[in-house]
């Protein structure tokens, strides 16, 4: 048993026949360690508060951004296919007075050739190869016309597949995350997400479902192969980025690893 300091030995003398217990010198050494070890912790405790609202406000900022690109995306879209309906009429117009303009000068040819019948047959079957001419160039013009516009509506979604890539990655890195605060703006980064997966499918585009299913090269790209026993040889094992088709059309191949067979040891 360790020594209270006494400057008088007759008060030890006493303490050590029985009197009340004081405190002792060691006493005293480890009330001040366990203080200390409390203040290491409460120090530990305000820098974990300190990163989780940090980690707040970036998750915060990152859902700001994604609703403004979205927006603009969606005006984008809309502005231009206003401008690919308005640019098809005026193609529809130019090929309406175009056929007029050659029916008017064929019609004032055969005009004067209208004395004879033969001249007038004559007249009929060139009439009807303009007319046969005038519609093969209208097909060709509407299937031009459509081809132009599938392809800028094509470019415009795939410029904006990347948002939802950007998502899909700040909800996974997200999952861990059990501060209050912070899952208040996962919430909102998640209700982003479904908004603009809602957006693409009003505009007839889906998410292609690849996980754990057979691998097709014409929707996957494998991006490699990796054993897992419990998956079928050539399945899906991983979706390293989604994929997007627009009804049977393909819009961007998921990139997946694809379960290869196992090795003999």
Do not use: C
């Not at 002792?24 to 300190?50: F, M, P, S, V």
């Not at 700040?170 to 908004?195: G, M, N, W």
Request: glycine share 4%; net charge negative.
């Amino acid at each position: 048993m360790a020594n209270y300091y006494d400057p008088y030995g007759s008060r030890r003398r006493a303490a050590s026949q029985g009197g009340q217990h004081k405190p002792t010198l060691d006493d005293y050494e480890r009330l001040a360690n366990a203080y200390r070890e409390l203040q290491g912790k409460y120090q530990d405790l305000l820098a974990r508060y300190q990163r989780l609202q940090e980690q707040s406000q970036v998750l915060q900022n990152q859902a700001e951004e994604q609703t403004a690109k979205l927006r603009q995306a969606e005006q984008a879209i809309t502005i231009k296919d206003e401008a690919l309906q308005r640019q098809q009429a005026d193609m529809k117009a130019t090929e309406s007075e175009l056929i007029w303009a050659k029916a008017a000068l064929q019609q004032q040819e055969q005009a004067q050739q209208t004395r004879e019948s033969e001249e007038e047959q004559s007249w009929k079957e060139k009439y009807l190869r303009l007319q046969a001419e005038m519609e093969n160039m209208r097909k060709r013009w509407d299937q031009r016309a459509q081809q132009q516009i599938n392809q800028a509506r094509d470019n415009i979604l795939l410029d904006m597949l990347p948002l939802a890539d950007h998502l899909d990655l700040a909800l996974q890195h997200a999952q861990d995350i059990t501060d209050p605060a912070a899952k208040k703006f996962v919430d909102s980064i998640e209700a982003t997400r479904r908004a603009f997966m809602d957006t693409l499918r009003r505009y007839g585009v889906e998410r292609i479902d690849a996980q754990d299913q057979p691998f097709d090269p014409n929707l996957h790209e494998a991006m490699g192969q990796v054993e897992n026993k419990d998956l079928p040889s050539d399945h899906v094992v991983h979706v390293v980025q989604a994929g997007y088709k627009e009804g049977d059309r393909l819009l961007r191949p998921a990139r997946v690893l694809v379960s290869g067979e196992a090795q003999d040891e």
